[in-house]
Nanobody
Framework: QVQPVESGGGLVPAGGSLRVSCEASGRTFRSYVMGWFRQAPGKEREFVAGINWSGDSTHYSDSVKGRFTISRDNAKNMVYLQMNSLKPEDTAVYYC??????????????????WGQGTQVTVSS
């Protein structure tokens, strides 16, 4: 199993960029699909981006496609989310999560077994 821990959130103006990171402890990190989700106040948690175990396949929600990039470094047990052209509607708590390898391409919260505590991203208008 893995335990994700997010970092790197903060306050950024609209149009700006931010990178959030996730360190996932555990010797089986490369066995997992990794994903980023977000949850804004009063809204359900939603999928943002996912990456397969090797890092050569990614998928994104339509709302962030072309602006956000997910990547991973298996040697460091790290996953990153580079966020560019940020909008106020991107404001949310961002969560890193891990799913078994056979859930490659999944957008569903319930497919992910291990979750971090979240990091706040606030985009000012």
């Amino acid at each position: 199993q893995v335990q994700p821990v997010e970092s790197g959130g903060g306050l950024v103006p609209a149009g700006g960029s931010l990178r959030v990171s996730c360190e996932a402890s555990g010797r089986t990190f490369r066995s997992y699909v990794m994903g980023w989700f977000r949850q804004a106040p009063g809204k359900e948690r939603e999928f943002v981006a996912g990456i397969n175990w090797s890092g050569d396949s990614t998928h994104y929600s339509d709302s962030v496609k072309g602006r956000f990039t997910i990547s991973r470094d298996n040697a460091k047990n790290m996953v990153y989310l580079q966020m560019n052209s940020l909008k106020p509607e991107d404001t949310a708590v961002y969560y890193c999560a891990a799913a078994p390898k056979y859930y490659t391409g999944s957008y569903y919260v319930d497919d992910y077994d291990y979750w971090g505590q979240g990091t706040q991203v606030t985009v000012s208008s």
